[in-house]
């Protein structure tokens, strides 16, 4: 059996994944030279199912909690099991009960128990919500580790690739925006990566604010990624003046000595998503679509990559047993 992949960014690498693992040959093609043209290298990297109930349906809660567990599995080493922490400023705390009202799964915090969580922003903020349950990870570190992982394990990844070298046995169509998939939407997130030596957070950081609210996550060696906006566009331009001050003034507002921090990196991707917000599984004839991630990329291709593999072996099982006959 074969399978030939189309797109690799987290959801064909996933599903790369979950096929090899049961057996099946498989074919990945990005037309791209490398990873980085993908809304997955944009990615915060939050595995934040209960926080991200705050705006999204219950499907994403229920089947986001496993992927911690899936990328603690299937890349080890690369999960941050620190949790998240909400925060708003004192004259918005009414976002922060709104946010609590919707969500679960959090240790409600004041001003003593925050600042011993996070030192670096100790008084600064009366009340804070930390869902201790989740974690996050560096996407392109993650991403860059998964292609590997499923080339040593056997499947054949080719860069700037747009033909499968040999006939397959179905298709499974990952390519996001690129999709021919009428349904799908864009959805436009515009993102800052800074470098900001004098600040040191150790889990990623919700500011809330009724305009903009935005996160703030980690990396390694002073560096952060501030995002991200939400956009009905499919402008795929530059990041614009007033996203990016916004993003900047939030990030100051969380911490003054983000003023000082150096802009490294401006980023927009077109996040694929479908009216609802959620992913789909379709099959049309030998092809399967896994798409509309959203913003739930890292959070819900585990699941959706086990169920594509597991349904994907079950139909090449059936066509096998239809030829023997």
């Known amino acids: 059996m074969k399978v030939g992949i189309k797109g690799a960014g987290v959801a064909g690498l996933a599903l790369a994944h ?13 037309k791209h030279k490398d990873l980085t043209a993908s809304a997955s290298w944009l990615a915060g990297g939050m595995l934040a199912p209960w926080c991200e109930r705050e705006s999204a349906e219950e499907d994403v809660l229920r089947l986001g909690q496993a992927s911690i567990g899936w990328w603690s599995k299937v890349l080890p080493g690369q999960v941050r099991h620190n949790g998240t922490l909400v925060v708003a400023a004192p004259r918005d705390t009414g976002e922060l009960s709104r946010f609590a009202s919707r969500t679960s799964g959090f ?3 004041e001003t003593d128990a925050l600042g011993a969580l996070e030192p670096d922003l100790a008084g600064r903020f009366a ?22 992982k499923v080339s040593e394990s056997g499947a054949k990844v080719r860069l700037e690739a747009q033909h499968f070298t040999a006939a397959t046995d179905l298709v499974a169509d990952c ?24 600040v040191s957070l150790s889990r990623p950081v919700r500011f809330l604010h009724p305009r903009i ?14 995002g991200a906006t939400m956009i009905e566009s499919g402008d795929q331009g530059a990041v614009s003046v007033r996203s990016t001050m916004e ?7 969380l911490h003054p000595g983000f003023a000082e921090a150096k802009i490294i990196e401006t980023g927009v991707g077109l996040r694929p998503a479908y009216p609802n917000n959620l992913p789909r599984l379709t099959f049309t004839g030998n092809t399967l679509s896994m798409n509309g991630f959203y913003r ?7 699941h959706f990559a086990m169920e594509a593999a597991g349904t994907i072996v079950q ?3 059936e066509k096998s047993l239809e030829a023997n006959h």
């Open 296 to 302: 739930h990329g890292f959070l819900l291709a585990p």
């Open 315 to 317: 139909h090449l099982q």
């Open 127 to 148: 009340k804070g919500l930390h869902f201790a349950g989740e974690a996050h990870l560096d996407p392109r570190q993650a991403l860059t580790a998964l292609r590997a």
């Open 247 to 253: 993003l900047l003034n939030a990030a100051y507002s």
């Open 107 to 109: 240790v409600r915090l």
């Open 213 to 226: 609210p935005v996160y703030v996550v980690p990396r390694d060696s002073g560096v952060f990624m501030v």
């Open 175 to 198: 390519t996001g925006m690129a999709s021919p998939d009428p349904h799908l939407r864009p959805v436009r997130g515009e993102m800052l990566i800074l470098h900001a030596p004098d």
């Open 18 to 30: 979950e096929l090899v693992s049961r057996g099946v040959r498989v074919e990945l093609l990005e």
